[in-house]
């Protein structure tokens, strides 16, 4: 799948996944590749998505939306922050 993380500054990552976890405004719930056509809104929370090399990424975010279309995923969100995980 593609994903798309955008912020009103900049585009934050963008390239290809195998998972993606949002923080919906009704729960976080996942998003794996076929996933059925959504938009969502978001609510504060962590935002996880693991690069198909293995490499799992974590944010903490503000409010925002997340479309989901044919296998490409755009998170638009106020405002974002990289959690380091040990």
């Known amino acids: 799948?593609?994903?798309?993380?955008?912020?009103p500054q900049k585009t934050v990552f963008s390239g290809e996944v195998s998972l993606i976890k949002v923080p919906g405004s009704k729960g976080?719930?996942?998003i794996l590749k076929n996933h059925a056509p959504v938009i969502s809104t978001l609510s504060p929370g962590e935002l996880k998505f693991a690069i198909?090399?293995?490499e799992v990424r974590y944010y903490r975010t503000g409010n925002g939306v997340v479309e989901i279309k044919n296998n490409h995923v755009i998170v638009l969100v106020d405002s974002l922050e990289k959690i380091t995980m040990p």
């Not at 799948?1 to 912020?7: A, F, G, P």
């Open 1 to 7: 799948m593609l994903l798309e993380v955008i912020t």
């Open 28 to 30: 976080s719930f996942e």
């Open 52 to 54: 198909n090399d293995g």
